[in-house]
């Protein structure tokens, strides 16, 4: 069984910074891409960022040129830097992973269980 575990959400003010860390933990397993998504109260999940294996990104257009997804392979860690955060951006932040374990023959997707973000003065 693989799980993440999310870290670092929290309140901050507009304009502030928050980083997001994700690591992912079990035994005998390989991930592809990892990302995050967030999901605001009275809305659905919608994507945030993600990265590959081999370090292509994508993000999304409401938060392009304000937030940087990383990752560390060996950790399998993924992060998410935020600046310039805006009132808009307060959801829960999700992780997720596509992962192959020993017991599988595909990828299968695994979320970690949500960090929130409160952007407010």
């Known amino acids: 069984q693989v799980q993440l575990s999310e870290s670092g959400g929290g309140l901050v003010q507009p304009g502030g910074s928050l980083r997001l860390s994700c690591a992912a933990s079990?035994?005998?397993?390989?991930?592809?891409?990892m990302g995050w998504y967030r999901q605001a109260p009275g809305q659905g999940r919608e994507l945030v960022a993600t990265?590959?294996?081999?370090?292509?990104?994508t993000y999304a257009d409401s938060i392009q040129g304000r937030f940087i997804i990383s990752r560390d392979v060996d950790k399998n860690t993924v992060y998410l830097q935020m600046n310039s955060l805006k009132p808009e951006d307060t959801a829960v932040y999700y992780c997720d992973a596509e992962v192959l374990t020993s017991s599988d023959s595909f990828y299968r997707d695994y979320w970690g269980q949500g960090t929130q973000v409160t952007v407010s003065s």
């Open positions: 990265v590959t294996r081999g370090g292509k990104t």
């Open positions: 079990g035994r005998g397993f390989r991930i592809d891409t």
